[in-house]
């Protein structure tokens, strides 16, 4: 049973339009969410977060919404560049007894179109 | 370079063979953590250390695996009598402790066993 989910396994967007990769969550007690963007041959790399308090939080062209009664969020990058074609992994956290559990989405390819 | 390193970053092995793998983290991060990925998913938590103390481990992680920090800084992580299925991408994350922390990860260790 997949807690989160990303259902749109790749995505075209052409340069300088706006990019929205979406991510679904079944579980009502993660309460902190995460992107990632990966390169092939890379390793994950750490993009932007938010708290369940938020609804919304900006970095620059990366800006993610948290929508917490329909448990989605997602992640739009305006404008978007030929750079940022890559992998992007919605993850999600619960505390527990020891720390945070993070569980990750199976990712969405981006493309950006010069 | 201050980020997490793993290495061999590829391993080819037989079916049968033994198999470990290194991370090193960001220095002052007291949190590590082991994810397996596989094509078309995301990254699956594996174990996670506070320290030198394993404080998690995965249903995913069989007896043939076993993982150490027996510093509190780098970790192994083993696997023993490797199987085909066990051929995926190997991510080491490491974490400073916080309330709601960020995983960085390390460029992962590509496994093919034949």
Not at chain 1, 7 to 24: A, K, M, T
Not at chain 2, 26 to 55: D, M, V
């Amino acid at each position: 049973d997949q807690q989160v989910k990303q259902n749109s396994p790749s995505l075209s967007v052409q340069e300088g339009r706006i990019s929205i990769l979406n991510c679904d969550y079944t579980n009502s007690m993660f309460d902190y969410f995460l992107w990632y963007k990966k390169y092939p041959a890379e390793g994950p790399t750490f993009l932007i977060s938010i708290s369940s308090i938020k609804d919304k939080n900006e970095d620059g062209r990366f800006t993610v919404f948290l929508n917490k009664s329909a448990k989605h969020l997602s992640l739009h990058i305006v404008p978007s560049q030929p750079g940022d074609s890559a992998v992007y992994f919605c993850a999600a956290s619960e505390r527990d007894n020891y720390g945070q559990n993070f569980v990750f989405g199976p990712g969405t390819r981006l493309s950006v179109l010069p | 370079d201050t980020g997490v390193s793993q290495d061999p970053r590829h391993k080819i092995t037989k079916r049968g063979q033994n198999v470990t793998f290194r991370c090193d983290p960001i220095s002052e991060h007291n949190r590590l953590y082991w994810y397996r990925q596989t094509l078309g998913q995301g990254p699956e938590f594996l174990t996670y250390f506070q320290n030198e103390a394993q404080l998690e481990k995965s249903r995913l992680l069989s007896d043939r695996f076993s993982a150490e920090r027996p510093k509190g800084s780098f970790s192994t992580l083993e696997i023993q009598r490797t199987e085909q299925g066990d051929s995926a991408m190997y991510l080491c994350a490491s974490s400073l402790q916080a309330f709601q922390e960020t995983q960085y990860f390390g460029p992962g260790t590509r496994l093919l066993v034949l």
